[in-house]
């Protein structure tokens, strides 16, 4: 499973509509980007409580990149 689809599982999960949720991912040499696009009214259960949920997934997703001795990873979630 590459990182974008780790995401996307993760993110899905978290929703009531995971079709309304979409991921891209950007790659440069240095760092992968990678931008979640989540509706208004999901968006508070994507990040969470002060951000946990949202941290917990980056370091997911930072952890299985390391692992697999790819970039760095930075993820957005954005507002649709």
């Not at 689809?5 to 950007?26: A, Y």
Request: proline share 4%.
């Amino acid at each position: 499973m590459d990182l974008k689809e780790l995401t996307e599982f993760l993110v899905k999960k978290l929703v009531k509509n995971p079709e309304n949720i979409s991921v891209t991912e950007k790659t440069n040499e240095k760092i992968i980007t990678i931008i979640v696009m989540v509706p208004k009214d999901e968006i508070g259960k994507v990040i969470g409580y002060r951000g946990k949920t949202v941290n917990a997934i980056r370091t997911i997703v930072q952890a299985s990149s390391y692992m697999n001795n790819l970039p760095k990873v930075k993820i957005e979630v954005e507002e649709r």
